[in-house]
């Protein structure tokens, strides 16, 4: 049940102008004293990254819910307690990854940010 109330909550954040995962990212950033702004790139990602939270605690759902007659009470909380640390260890793991392959993409194509020269210009 909380597996669904947790795709559920995921999931309806995909509506609004903000999913959840953004405004995860906002808060961080705005406890570090940085104004979030992000572009068209980071906005989709957030998006993305919702959609596989959304998938994944739905998925894990229909797994709890067709494994649990087919073992016993006793079975079902072990695998429960080391398939679902497990696949949440991997979620945690993909997201990270992904998210550093956005950042690495955008440090490939971005244009160099104009710099001040000694008397003020920028270049």
Same mark, same amino acid.
């Given at each position: 049940l909380t597996n669904v109330a947790t795709a559920v909550f995921f999931g309806a954040t995909l509506w609004p102008a903000k999913t959840l995962m953004q405004e /995860? /990212? !906002?808060s961080q950033l705005r406890l570090r004293g940085i !104004? #979030?702004?992000f572009g068209p790139a980071?906005?989709?990602f957030f998006r993305t990254l919702t959609v596989l939270w959304t998938s994944y605690f739905a998925a894990k /759902? /229909?797994?709890y &819910?067709? &494994?649990? #007659?087919r073992v016993s009470l006793d079975r079902f909380i072990a695998l429960r307690a080391v398939v679902g640390n497990a696949s949440l260890g991997a979620m945690v793991g993909l997201s990270i990854l992904l998210g550093r392959a956005l950042a690495r @993409? @955008?440090?490939l194509h971005a244009s160099p940010e104009p710099y001040p020269t000694s008397g003020g210009q920028y270049v």
């Amino acid at each position: 049940l909380t597996n669904v109330a947790t795709a559920v909550f995921f999931g309806a954040t995909l509506w609004p102008a903000k999913t959840l995962m953004q405004e /995860a /990212a !906002e808060s961080q950033l705005r406890l570090r004293g940085i !104004e #979030p702004s992000f572009g068209p790139a980071q906005l989709s990602f957030f998006r993305t990254l919702t959609v596989l939270w959304t998938s994944y605690f739905a998925a894990k /759902a /229909a797994f709890y &819910l067709w &494994l649990a #007659p087919r073992v016993s009470l006793d079975r079902f909380i072990a695998l429960r307690a080391v398939v679902g640390n497990a696949s949440l260890g991997a979620m945690v793991g993909l997201s990270i990854l992904l998210g550093r392959a956005l950042a690495r @993409r @955008r440090a490939l194509h971005a244009s160099p940010e104009p710099y001040p020269t000694s008397g003020g210009q920028y270049v």
